[in-house]
Each structure stands twice: as C-alpha cells, then as structure tokens.
C-alpha cells in the first residue's frame, strides 16, 4: 500500500512517515510541503528508500487532487485550520480517504478563531460546511476519521470502548496532555515546553467550547472546572491538574446519552496560574493595540518572545498523560472505568513523547484505512471507527511501539 502524508517536515509529520516506514506492507509514503530542502531532510532523517518527496502548496487543489490519486490513503498532519480544512475539501471531493489530528469535529467545525479558514463559495455557515464535507465524503466514497492522534484520538478510542463495555452510562471525563519531564518542566515559563504548533494551543485556551452537564449541553469558556488529581500507576506517582479544554467535541453529538461529559488538558501544577495572568494582562488578546505609534497583536508579540523560552533545550524531553474516566452501570453493578498512560520520549528514535503517541495511532489508522478496516464513508469519529476486533489490534499495535494503556474496571459502591 502507499500512504501521503501531509506535513511530512513537521514533527508529528516526521513521527506518521518514520512509523510507516517500518511495516513490511507499506510499499511507498509520500511526504508533502513546500520547501523541498525540509522534506530531503526529513527522507535522510528517516532513512528509508520507500519515502517520497513531493514540494507543493497544500492550498492547489488541482496539484493536491492529482497527487492523492498516486496513493491508498492520507494522513494530515498540518498545523492550523486553513491548510486542513482544504486538504479534507480536495480529499471528499477526490474520493480520497484520509485521517486528520486536528481536535475537532468537522461536521460542527469550532466557531472560533478560524485560524483563516475559509467556506467554499455557495455554502453558508460552519455547519452546513460540516454536513457538506460529510455528504461530499458519502457520495464519493471517501472515508475521513477525524480527530485521530492522541487527544483527540487514544483519548476517544479509550472512552468508546469502556462505553461498549458498560450497559448503561452516566458520564466519562478524558484527562489528557502533554508536559515536560519535571526537570525540564523546572527552566521553563509556565512550566510548559512546546511540542507542536504553540499558537494552537494559545487559542485552546482563548475559545469557547461544548460540554455536556445534567444531559445538556453547554457552552463554557477553556480552563474552567479544573481538577488536581494524583497519577499514581505505571510506576509514576505525581500531583498534576487538568482545566476543560476543547480536545475531543465529537462525544457531544456521538454519545448524546452522556449526562456528564468534557475533555481537559493535563499540566503541571502553576501552569494555569501563570495562563491566567497573562489572559488578564490582554496577552492572549488578538485586538490589535497600539504601541510606539505602531499598532500589534498582543497574542503575536507575546508568541515571539515566550517561544524561544519554552523551546526544548538541551537535555530536556517531554511526557505525555492520559487518565481517562467512565462511569456507568454493568450486571446492575454501578461501575467505573478507568484507562491510564504515561508516555515518554524515545532517545532511540530522538522522537518525543508527542510526536510517538499523536504520530503513531494517525500513521495505524491510515494503514487499517487502506487495509479496509475501517469502512465506513463521510466523517467518521474515532470512537466510531475502533470498535471490536478492531480496537483489539490498535492495543496490539500499540504496544508493539511501546505505549502502554492501562485500563482498569472496578466496582463501585453506593
């Protein structure tokens, strides 16, 4: 099989492309961006003859369209809205299956901060671009798993299953982030290292967002309802604290029989405070001011001072963590189901934490995509797309690559 691979120069890119290229039954990767130099080094980084360098703008349609037709399947591993959302146009129109990270549904795209992304002419509204792209997909025999990498995507996948395993269920949080060590965590503001796209996560923390609460859902500003809570499994014991963030939007509309349901980002302790003033100083803030006579954004201004500052030095790698609860009813027992990771960067493969485990399962899923194992046409939600003997073989495959998941079922008392 042959697999394209969008962003195959940036990290997670790296990460999907280096993955694929160790299964004996994937013959080819292409790996597309715009400066050939960054993709010849990420072929020599990788080492492997069965890449395929290809330079081209993401935004040409036609150039994107007749490129997919020379492959099985598709991974999107690009940064912002803009440059996904064309790709998954050119895709459903194209009948080109794909799977993408961004963390998101994209039959409800996210009303905020649009990253530049733009409607095709004649559709009004995000959510009938939703519904078109879904409907495109169906009649041209695209399947499109969205939101697939590690939150939103392991976190999914998890919460879906312990879903199937309950006969009834109440409510489910996913707890989920990515942090570096403790001891690089200690030379860096807000105790925080970049690991992808920063101005990405500086909007998760701006936007507004839907939970479900007592069967309704809500909208909510990010980083409220936050919780401490002790990681104490995988011979880790540490205090972290997680806020609501928008991660994995599609158990609104998938799972509607949730009473209680919402997705936080995990981070050190004194992360959030520092977040919080910076918000209230109009840091985060995109209305431009002015400053010596000239107007900036304060968002940008902050972006290029504090990015060399949380830049990995050095010596330093990062953590990635999962505590994921789901609480429901089993024999007419009340029960609670809990999934645990702790990721940690390979110094064999120099790939960090979350490069492997947002990487990875997008690099699996475009492999069962172009296997047939995932069948289903139009937009597909994770937790739809790993049911059964499926989810069985992601575990499997999973841990074949060293990222283990702990699930435990324990009985709860009245």
Excluded at 24 to 46: H, M, P, Q, S, Y
């Amino acid at each position: 099989m042959k697999i394209l691979v969008f962003g195959g120069s940036g990290a997670i890119g790296r990460a999907v492309a280096h993955d694929l290229a160790q299964e004996k039954t994937v013959e080819a990767i292409g790996i597309t961006g715009r400066r050939k130099n960054l993709l010849n080094a990420t072929k020599a980084r990788i080492g492997s003859e069965k890449i395929r360098v290809h330079a081209l703008d993401v935004m040409d349609k036609k150039a994107v369209k007749a490129l997919m037709g020379q492959y099985d399947a598709g991974a999107l591993a690009l940064p912002d809205r803009r440059t996904s959302y064309k790709l998954i146009e050119s895709a459903m129109e194209a009948g080109f299956s794909i799977v993408d990270m961004l963390e998101e549904y994209h039959r409800r795209p996210d009303a905020y901060e649009l990253e530049g992304m733009r409607l095709p002419k004649g559709i009004s509204g995000l959510n009938k671009y939703g519904d078109w792209l879904h409907k495109t997909g169906v009649k041209t025999g695209a399947t499109f798993v969205d939101g697939m990498g590690f939150a939103p995507g392991l976190s999914n996948v998890t919460v879906g299953e312990a879903i199937r395993k309950l006969d009834t269920v109440e409510s489910a949080v996913a707890r989920v982030g990515g942090v570096p060590n403790k001891e690089a965590a200690r030379r860096h503001p807000l105790r925080y290292m970049i690991t992808w796209a920063f101005e990405h996560v500086l909007r998760e923390y701006m936007v507004k967002l839907f939970v479900r609460k007592n069967g309704k859902v809500v909208e909510v500003p990010a980083l409220t309802d936050r919780e401490r809570f002790r990681f104490n499994r995988l011979g880790v014991d540490e205090e972290l604290v997680c806020a609501v963030t928008p991660g994995m939007p599609s158990f609104i509309y998938t799972r509607p029989q949730l009473k209680d349901f919402s997705e936080k980002t995990v981070r050190w302790p004194g992360h959030w405070e520092g977040v919080d003033t910076l918000k209230e100083c109009g840091l985060l803030d995109l209305a431009p001011v002015k400053f010596a006579g000239k107007k900036i954004v304060p968002r940008e201004f902050l972006l290029a001072m504090i990015r060399p500052r949380l830049a990995p030095q050095k010596g330093d790698t990062d953590v990635c963590v999962m505590y994921n609860t789901v609480l429901g009813t089993k024999n007419g027992r009340k029960t609670r189901i809990d999934y645990y990771m702790w990721d940690v960067a390979d110094p064999k493969t120099g790939l960090s934490a979350m490069a492997r485990v947002t990487g990875f399962p997008v690099a699996l899923t475009a492999k069962y995509i172009a296997e047939g194992k995932i069948t289903e046409k139009g937009i597909v939600a994770p937790e739809d797309a790993f049911t059964s003997d499926l989810y069985k073989r992601f575990q499997a495959d999973l841990k074949k690559r060293n990222i283990n998941i702990l699930e435990e079922i324990t009985a709860v008392e009245d």
